[in-house]
C-alpha cells in the first residue's frame, strides 16, 4: 500500500468532510492511480481546480501518484504568490469579481471599461462591503487597513496611493487576469454588460454630429444608457491601452 499527504486550499475545502478542511491528511492507495481520478475519489469535482502540486512541482491531472507524495490543490487563485508554476488552465475559470471601497470611484471606473465586474456604492459600509464580498465571492479592493482586518475577509487586496494607472496594472499582474479584458464591454454607471447596437436603433437619442462622426455604439438596458466613442472613451483611451500594452 502506497501512500500520499494531500492538503486542498481556499473554497475547495468545501467539498471535503470537516476533519480534512485545511489541514494536511494521509491518503492510502493502490497501483497507479492519477492525479485526478484520486482528487475526485476525495469528493472533490475536477473542474473547479486551477493549479496542483506535487513536491511543490506543478502537475497536470494525468500525472501518477508515487508514494510518498505530498499533493496541494488550488482552486482559481485570487490571493496566493503563483509565481514560475503554471495553471491547468489559461483563462482561470471563475470570473474574478470585485468590491471597491468608497474611495476607490477611479478604479471603478476604468476597471469596468477594461470590462471587470466592480461593484461599487459610495454608501455601502465596511461591515456591508465584507458582506456582499463574502455572499458573491468578490474580492475587496480597498484603501482601509481597518477593513482588511475584519476577521471575515478572505479575499481582498490593499490598493497603495499610486497613480489609478499603477493601481490597475498592480491588480491585473497579481491576479493574472490580463487574459480576461475586454475593452468597454461593460457598463461605466452601473456595471451590467452592455450590448453593441446599430446607430438606426437608436437614431433618435444620437445628436446629429455625432451621428456623422460614430458608426459604433453600445446600450446599457439595465440603466438606459448609450455609449459611443468620443464621449465617454476618447480620455479612457489612452489609459487602457497603457494597460493593454504593459
Ligand atoms: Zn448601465
Redesign the pocket.
Known sequence: MSKAIFRFYEELNDFLPKHRRKTDFQVNFKGRRSIKDMIEALGVPHPEIDLILVNGKSVDFACILQDGDRVSVYPVFESLNIENVSRLRKIPLRRTKFIADINLADIVKYMRALGFDVCFASSLSARKIVEVSKRENRIILTKSRKLLKFKEVTHAIFIRPETTEQQIKRIIDFLDIKDNIKPFS???????L?KSVSKETMADRIPLKTKEFCDQYTY??????IYWNGTHFINMNKTIADILLD
Open positions: 461593460r457598463c461605466l454607471r452601473c456595471n451590467s452592455v446599457c438596458k439595465s440603466c438606459d444608457k
